[in-house]
T-cell receptor, first 109, second 116 residues
Framework: KNEVEQSPQNLTAQEGEFITINCSYSVGISALHWLQQHPGGGIVSLFMLSSGKKKHGRLIATINIQEKHSSLHITASHPRDSAVYICAGSNFGNEKLTFGTGTRLTIIP | DAGVIQSPRHEVTEMGQEVTLRCKPISGHDYLFWYRQTMMRGLELLIYFNNNVPIDDSGMPEDRFSAKMPNASFSTLKIQPSEPRDSAVYFC??????????????FGNGTRLTVT
């Protein structure tokens, strides 16, 4: 069974801090997705990666296939980054996602 | 592009009533997914379609749930009869066919269903 575990469950930081959210996954998962769910409930796909690193603005996602671990980093965090960040795993050729429980990030001004 | 459009945004109904949730995927997207989100279980895949054909409905909780995609621009998720434990936010998402793992998911804003 594919499993995805995230940590921490909740994270509060001061504006400007460097943020790291971690995701570990089980055998059978070959691609990792990072999603952002805004306080209003909408969900946005941030990254999808199966190797290496991807960057978009202040967001960076990395994946270590050998260790079955992915991280989402936010540089120069801002209150508007406050959201729930969800990692999800999928297997090539299988469009079903297995979701982590999410990390609730709060950035204090 | 208007994005994935779901309706209604909120639905409040009494136990036993039929509920129909609607979704319009992004034009040109060949995959359509229905997800359910609850506090207890988080996000769960209910069913997904490829080119209007249901591929995997193993996440549909019971026979009370059914989903259809009569054409490339419309899908419905129906619950009949509804029960209080069906209360959740239901998301529809779509993606292109260029290889799922290279194509991001686009989510609708969700339908918040409350069954009393």
């Amino acid at each position: 069974k594919n499993e995805v575990e995230q940590s921490p469950q909740n994270l509060t930081a001061q504006e400007g801090e460097f943020i790291t959210i971690n995701c570990s996954y089980s055998v059978g998962i070959s691609a990792l997705h990072w999603l952002q769910q805004h306080p209003g409930g909408g969900i946005v796909s941030l990254f999808m990666l199966s190797s290496g690193k991807k960057k978009h603005g202040r967001l960076i996602a990395t994946i270590n296939i050998q260790e079955k671990h992915s991280s989402l980093h936010i540089t120069a965090s801002h209150p508007r980054d406050s959201a729930v960040y969800i990692c999800a795993g999928s297997n090539f050729g299988n469009e079903k996602l297995t979701f982590g429980t999410g990390t609730r990030l709060t950035i204090i001004p | 592009d208007a994005g994935v459009i779901q309706s209604p945004r909120h639905e409040v109904t009494e136990m036993g009533q039929e509920v129909t949730l609607r979704c319009k995927p992004i034009s040109g997207h060949d995959y359509l997914f229905w997800y359910r989100q609850t506090m207890m279980r988080g996000l769960e895949l209910l069913i997904y379609f490829n080119n209007n054909v249901p591929i995997d409905d193993s996440g549909m909780p019971e026979d009370r749930f059914s989903a259809k995609m009569p054409n490339a621009s419309f899908s419905t998720l129906k619950i009949q009869p509804s029960e209080p434990r069906d209360s959740a936010v239901y998301f529809c998402a779509s993606s292109r066919t260029t290889g799922f793992y290279n194509s991001p998911l686009h989510f609708g804003n969700g339908t918040r269903l409350t069954v009393t």
